[in-house]
Structure formats: structure tokens, C-alpha cells
């Protein structure tokens, strides 16, 4: 079992930044990629960025490139997500997840699920 611990979140204005992080316990050995989602009111979860647990691939959806930037601490155990110029449309609840397979961006290719942080963008 792997457990998943998201934080960061918060009440930002349009064009801050915030950086969420995923702490990850358990069998963290077994893992091979981790993702970052959100889901807004309504909406379906969407895939945002993810990176292999050893930390040398990623890779984001077009409409962050740019602005969000997935990166890993192996002596944390601990992917972050760093957001810059955030924008209203960018509220949602944001998730991280792991998984045991190659990095997808589909929800079913992941097997551990955090709780979920909430990230509100004001305009």
C-alpha cells in the first residue's frame, strides 16, 4: 500500500502562484510514476502533469506547459507542483497519484489516490 498526503492549497489572486506537494509513505519502493489531476465542480478529472519516481521524465498537458512544473525530492519522498500565473479557469480540486505502470494520462493508469487539496483562483 502507498499512502498519498496532498498540501498547499489555498485562496490565490490571478497571476500568484502556489506549490502543492504530495508526500508519499509506504511502499514507495514499488512505485514507477506519479501524477498530478484536478477536478473542478461538474467537471471530469483531467490530467495535469506527471513524473517517473526516479525523476528523469515528464510530462504535462498542453494547457499548463509553461506555467506548472512537476518536479520530485527523493530524500522527502515528495512530488511538488509548482504553479505559476494561475488563472480562475485553474480552480479546481487538485490530486496527486501513483502508480506501478509507465506515466499515463488517464485516471484508471493510476493506482493510489491522495485526499485532495483545494486550489480557488480569485480575478
Known amino acids: 500500500q502507498v499512502q498519498l498526503v496532498e498540501s498547499g492549497g489555498g485562496l490565490v489572486q490571478a497571476g500568484g502562484s502556489l506549490r502543492l506537494s504530495c508526500a508519499a509513505s509506504?511502499?514507495?519502493?514499488?512505485?514507477?510514476?506519479m501524477g498530478w489531476f484536478r477536478q473542478a465542480p461538474g467537471k471530469e478529472r483531467e490530467f495535469l502533469a506527471a513524473?517517473?519516481?526516479?525523476?528523469?521524465?515528464?510530462y504535462y498537458r498542453d494547457s499548463v506547459k509553461g506555467r506548472f512544473t512537476i518536479s520530485r525530492d527523493n530524500a522527502k519522498n515528495t512530488v511538488y507542483l509548482q504553479m505559476n500565473s494561475l488563472k480562475p479557469e485553474d480552480t479546481a480540486v487538485y490530486y496527486c497519484?501513483?502508480?506501478?505502470?509507465?506515466?499515463?494520462?488517464?485516471?484508471?493508469?493510476?493506482?493510489?489516490w491522495g485526499q485532495g487539496t483545494q486550489v480557488t483562483v480569485s480575478s
Open positions: 513524473i517517473r519516481w526516479s525523476g528523469d521524465s515528464t
Open positions: 509506504g511502499r514507495t519502493f514499488s512505485i514507477y510514476a
Open positions: 497519484a501513483a502508480g506501478y505502470g509507465p506515466i499515463v494520462v488517464v485516471t484508471t493508469g493510476y493506482d493510489y
